[in-house]
């Protein structure tokens, strides 16, 4: 039977453990290879953890970003905190200015100057957004923290602080 058509790459295999004619007997009779000398890859090796941890060894979104010590982990913390306070002047902006786009009473029909800006803007707030989500998604407890604590505390900043249409006015806890 011709297998040329398969494109799968076995280099890192350990063929040694499966004999030719264990291999040719499984495939003709339908039952199951012993496939325990095949190297088989964990994603959960290689420095990602797929459970919340509290390590400070962690790359963070670029291999350049490296926590090994308190001290890098406590600035890398400030950083995802302080990307979550720009994600939400980002938002708080494109807000603002859509507040003062309605107040002109401009048409909603057409590409403007300002609609440009917004889209900007928006692909800005979708960055950072996707960048704190895969901060998260490194399961460490401290990156995590910072990222909810970060964005807790830009949002009562920016909606308790800097209301765009009195979004504070109901809610008490901002008085």
């Given at each position: 039977?011709?297998h040329?058509h398969?494109?799968?790459d076995?280099?890192?295999?350990?063929?040694?453990?499966?004999?030719?004619?264990?291999?040719?007997?499984?495939?003709?009779?339908?039952?199951?290879?012993?496939m325990?000398?095949?190297?088989?890859?964990?994603?959960?090796?290689?420095?990602?953890?797929?459970?919340?941890?509290?390590?400070l060894?962690?790359?963070?979104?670029?291999?350049?970003?490296?926590?090994?010590?308190?001290?890098?982990?406590?600035?890398?913390?400030?950083?995802?905190?302080?990307?979550?306070?720009?994600?939400?002047?980002?938002?708080?902006?494109?807000?603002?200015?859509?507040?003062?786009?309605?107040?002109?009473?401009?048409?909603?029909?057409?590409?403007?100057?300002?609609?440009?800006?917004?889209?900007?803007?928006?692909?800005?707030?979708?960055?950072?957004?996707?960048?704190?989500?895969?901060?998260?998604?490194?399961?460490?407890?401290?990156?995590?923290?910072?990222?909810?604590v970060?964005?807790v505390?830009a949002?009562?900043?920016?909606t308790?602080?800097?209301?765009?249409?009195?979004?504070?006015?109901?809610d008490t806890?901002?008085?």
């Amino acid at each position: 039977m011709d297998h040329s058509h398969h494109h799968h790459d076995h280099s890192g295999h350990d063929h040694a453990a499966m004999d030719s004619t264990t291999a040719s007997s499984a495939s003709t009779t339908g039952m199951p290879m012993d496939m325990s000398g095949h190297a088989h890859h964990n994603h959960g090796e290689g420095g990602h953890s797929m459970a919340f941890h509290g390590g400070l060894n962690q790359v963070v979104l670029f291999q350049f970003w490296e926590t090994a010590t308190p001290l890098s982990m406590i600035l890398s913390c400030i950083v995802v905190v302080l990307l979550c306070f720009v994600m939400e002047a980002t938002r708080w902006s494109r807000l603002k200015r859509e507040e003062a786009n309605k107040a002109k009473g401009t048409s909603n029909s057409k590409v403007t100057s300002h609609r440009l800006i917004d889209a900007c803007l928006h692909a800005v707030q979708l960055t950072i957004s996707y960048m704190l989500m895969l901060v998260f998604m490194t399961y460490n407890a401290w990156l995590c923290v910072a990222t909810v604590v970060g964005e807790v505390l830009a949002r009562l900043l920016f909606t308790c602080f800097l209301p765009v249409e009195d979004e504070c006015a109901a809610d008490t806890a901002c008085h």
